[in-house]
């Protein structure tokens, strides 16, 4: 009965552990950005966004090209007008050889232009950037990232806001993003933290050496405080701003600007709350997995206390039925699951149009993004793949070792019995 409730406690903490083991490495390679440059490299992305980019440039210059060729054949064919030149220059042929030439130079030039700036190359760079960024503050940082995004209020706050807000507002940034926190790296002590905090209560913000939550609020609220200061720096910065707009600019068209400035505002708020949102539920699938983890490990030492005969192996059956579920996890996953999402994903876009871009582009495009899709659900499967063998590769380990243990121990019983039995016999012999 007690080897039936340990047997029980093995399977019940199998399970534990496997849900455990495949969250834990879903949650590390989700959050590993390598997991997504990668893919969006080898899928295409990049490429096809870039030469998306240029195709659109190239059909804008086209245009504009032959809107200024037609200009200027008009132009000389009135110059000619009633000349002996008429003949030659209002002629078919050669407006049709004007426009060739003209579109090789338009092609050449926007070939020239996408090459000086290395298109593809900043993409993957800015993209790289982004990802790296957005994953490390979902992984181990504890402030804001950037600074620029505490600025942005709640989205109820925004629909209330009135023009003059958003002006502040647009002076706060600029303050903000002169003393550039995103540079500073985060506080380790809380002592450094009240320095730094100090620094902010006494206007010394180019002073501060490490930045955390707290110091942030504390920044914004200081800079937004000194708004409605005329005599402050800050206060200087919002009237000039102000003074500037009014003047320059027709109060309909500033109307229009400001409102689309909240509507960006909104959009970006709302992402920010996403982001927060997604923040949790990273930290709760991390603690989660270890909270499985650790009811794993406590129902395999209890299986390991009730049965009859105690042995390591109790935990050894239990890690590889572990690693065998994770295993056959990543499987169905790599196998079933690609497999579904690759034929839910469209192949080809045949009724998507986008002004000025061909169908072929936004259809190569699409596709890369695809793979991409795929290329990253692969690579999460397979890491947790590699984990479910590399526990089962160490299971197996711990079995031969045991087992190699267990051949050395019988050995040596069998060298210690056949030594007394030698003795006996000898002495047997002896008293005869």
Known sequence: MRNLVSYTLVA???????????????????????????????????????????????????????????????SVNESVAGTEYEKYIDNPFVNSIIHQITNKIAIKLTDSIAQSFDLEKNIEKLGNKMITEHITWLRNSNYERPIELALVPPKDEIKNMSNEDVIKLIGTYITVSKYDLNKLSKCQSDAEEEKNLEYISEGEFTSLTCTSVEIQNSLISAIESENTNSDTNQGKIVTAIHDYIYAFMDQSKLAQILTMIKNVLYVVSYIKYVAHAER???????????????????????????????????????????????????????????????????????????????????????ISIRNFVLMVHKTINMFVLKTGFTILIVMIMIYVGKFVYFRYKLKEKTKKYYKLWKKKANSVVSTK
């Open 12 to 74: 019940i903490s199998a399970i534990f552990g496997a849900l455990g083991i495949i969250t834990l490495a879903t949650w590390h390679s989700t959050l590993t950005p390598s997991t997504y440059t990668n893919a969006l490299e080898e899928s295409g992305v990049y490429s096809n966004m870039a030469k998306t980019i240029e195709t659109y440039a190239t059909t804008k210059v086209f245009n504009l090209n032959s809107i200024l060729t037609d200009e200027i054949i008009s």
């Open 280 to 366: 949790i539920t990273v930290e709760t699938v991390k603690y989660g997995s270890i909270i499985l983890l650790g009811l794993s490990l406590i129902t395999s030492t209890i299986a390991y206390f009730i049965k009859k005969t105690r042995s390591i192996l109790t935990w050894v059956h239990t890690y590889t039925i572990v690693a065998m579920l994770t295993i056959l996890y990543a499987l169905f996953q790599i196998s079933i699951v690609s497999t579904i999402i690759g034929k839910l994903l469209p192949t080809s876009y045949p009724n998507l149009s986008i002004s000025d871009i061909p169908v072929a582009n936004i259809s190569m495009l699409a």
